[in-house]
């Protein structure tokens, strides 16, 4: 009898992630809202996008509440745009009585009386109050390539109103050319130091190739993932979904990247989103590869 | 790890000596005329300042224990960093210029004295367990800055580390937190410089324990100028010697959450 030998289609081997302890929660309390519509944003936003919603102050609560159970060591606030919230203020004078907190916005949505009152906030609160500010480019020309005429300017008149009440705001750069990183670093800092900064901060983020920026270029090829990574090359410390959950109008995420992907919602409630994460996206294989994490640190 | 189990009921700690052997001495001299019953250091010993082998050589010659440091296991192993755990490449810039001139300075002897030095260390004191570490009961050199963490993160330390008391370092700042459930939480800082306070004196904590915890820190002032001198003629980078003379951290501020930050002038 002759035997047809057929070969199980090889399938690709993803390391597992264990959520290692829940450092910081990450609350995207805008949902998709946002006041613009960046054309490499990378869970789509823009104004009315609803598919995650805003988070009501109550849901907040509740959320901040379930992981402090858990030992959380910080919140994360982002969106959409944050300040497109009308509690947003109240929302972190709220957290800010549980843990420290950093709230990622665009910057264009500051008026003085917000500012004042989170100057207020950061100066009373017994916890860290970090507010970190986006930028695409140190220029007119080139941020507003990305996030739409004007935006420039305002988030710069944000970022000075920001630091003249005080307040050390980080900004957030994300490399869009292959410049040298100590160039790069250096012309943003000159940047805000002529805009009037005294203590600059700066975070280098890499882009992703989800959402709006992967019909901008491209998504990622099938080749860039972690598929078939040795395990005695994976080191479980080095992701932050080792130490990271969000939450959404519409559940929990494993990372507040894959927030849109299929895949990415581990359950309804925290304690239901513990378990190991399959690092199956081509986002998880940016993440290993650059060792970035979207936390301050 | 061994558990000691020791009658003291007053504990003096100190942090990151950073090679500040006028600090060391001062606060040495402080600790022994205050009477404490015990005294530990949290690691560090080298770093920042001049002639890495005189702290080393005054801390061995005091028998005070210490702990093993990011620093002490990096240098005790010739490694290529200080693993400090900066992430700005200013910072880490400067890192790595103290790291260099501490590591071709220190003997043979005392790297092999660093090796050997335990992780952490355990105490039984007045019917309480108290867990000294370096950066945290988890991580060498992990940041616990008072301002970004959580009462309940620091609970599930406390717990998940069996301890009532954790002692730790690293950051360079000194802090005490009473938790809701009575434990506590004593950031000892360092004495090698100052505290971003303007102040140059440097500071430690005197831990009482007893039908309560009680935590005091002290600041101990030392004569500056010599030690900012030798800095100088051992070509120490400027800024160093800036914040010996200034108490205002002039480097390793880009880890430092706003709420430190804001507290300092650079």
């Given amino acids: 009898m002759t035997s047809l030998k057929t070969r199980a289609p090889t399938l690709p081997r993803y390391p597992e992630q264990p959520l290692l302890h829940l450092e910081t929660l990450w609350i995207q309390v805008a949902g998709t809202v946002c006041n613009l519509r960046c054309r490499h944003c990378f869970v789509s936003c823009g104004p009315g996008d609803e598919r995650h919603a805003l988070m009501p102050r109550g849901e907040v609560r509740a959320r901040v509440g379930e992981a402090l159970s858990l030992g959380v060591k910080e919140f994360y606030f982002t969106g959409g745009e944050p300040f497109v919230h009308p509690e947003m203020v109240e929302i972190l004078a709220d957290t800010l009585v549980e843990g420290p907190c950093t709230v990622l916005t665009n910057g264009t949505l500051f008026k003085p009386r917000v500012v004042d009152a989170l100057a207020h906030l950061a100066s009373e609160a017994r916890y860290a109050l970090e507010v970190r500010v986006s930028l695409d480019g140190a220029t007119a020309a080139e941020h507003d390539t990305f996030r739409g005429e004007g935006s420039f300017a305002r988030a710069m008149a944000g970022i000075a109103l920001l630091g003249a009440r005080g307040l050390l705001p980080i900004v957030t750069v994300t490399p869009h050319t292959d410049e040298d990183d100590q160039a790069f670093r250096e012309r943003y800092l000159a940047m805000l130091g002529a805009a009037g900064l005294s203590r600059p901060r700066l975070k280098v983020l890499p882009l992703f190739r989800l959402g709006r920026e992967a019909a901008r270029t491209r998504g990622y090829h099938g080749i860039e993932t972690l598929a078939d990574l040795p395990p005695s090359a994976f080191d479980p410390a080095r992701l932050q979904c080792g130490s990271c959950r969000a939450v959404t109008s519409r559940g929990v995420f494993v990372c507040p990247l894959l927030v849109d992907e299929p895949g990415g919602r581990m359950g309804a409630r925290l304690d239901q989103a513990l378990g190991a994460f399959t690092l199956s996206h081509g986002a998880c294989s940016t993440c290993y590869v650059t060792g970035m994490t979207c936390a301050n640190g | ?266």
């Avoid at chain 2, 500071?203 to 009680?214: F, M, P, Q």
């Avoid at chain 2, 030392?222 to 900012?228: G, I, R």
């Avoid at chain 2, 120490?236 to 951290?249: D, K, N, Q, Y």
Wanted: proline share 4%; charged share 25%; glycine share 10%.
């Fill in chain 2, 1 to 266: 790890m061994r558990e000691r189990v020791t009658v003291a009921h007053r504990l003096a700690v100190f942090g990151g000596v950073y090679s500040n052997h006028a600090a060391l001495a001062a606060v040495l001299a402080d600790i022994g005329a205050r009477g404490a019953d015990l005294a530990w250091c949290l690691g560090d010993v080298g770093g920042f300042g001049p002639h890495p082998d005189r702290s080393t050589g005054i801390l061995r010659a005091a028998g005070v224990p210490m702990l093993r440091g990011n620093y002490d296991e990096a240098i005790g192993h010739d490694r290529a960093d200080c693993r400090c755990g900066y992430s700005d490449p200013r910072d880490q810039r400067f890192a790595q210029i103290s790291y260099d001139y501490t590591v071709a300075r220190t003997s043979a002897d005392h790297k092999a004295w660093m090796r050997d030095l335990p992780e952490q260390q355990r105490l039984s004191i007045a019917g309480r367990r108290l867990l000294l570490c370096h950066g945290s009961p988890r991580r060498v050199n992990e940041f616990l800055w008072e301002s970004a963490c959580s009462d309940a993160f620091l609970e599930w330390l406390c717990q998940t580390h069996e301890a009532d008391v954790i002692v730790c370092g690293h950051t360079g700042l000194h802090w005490h937190r009473t938790l809701p459930s009575g434990r506590h939480v004593v950031n000892a800082g360092a004495i090698g410089r100052p505290a971003n306070d303007g102040r140059t004196g440097v500071w430690y904590a005197e831990i009482a324990l007893g039908d309560g915890v009680d935590v005091e820190f002290r600041c101990v002032d030392y004569d500056v100028e010599p030690l900012a001198a030798e800095m100088e003629v051992e070509g120490l980078p400027a800024e160093f010697v800036a914040t010996i003379r200034s108490g205002w951290w002039t480097t390793c501020l880009e880890n430092l959450p706003a709420k430190e930050r804001m507290r300092g002038r650079y």
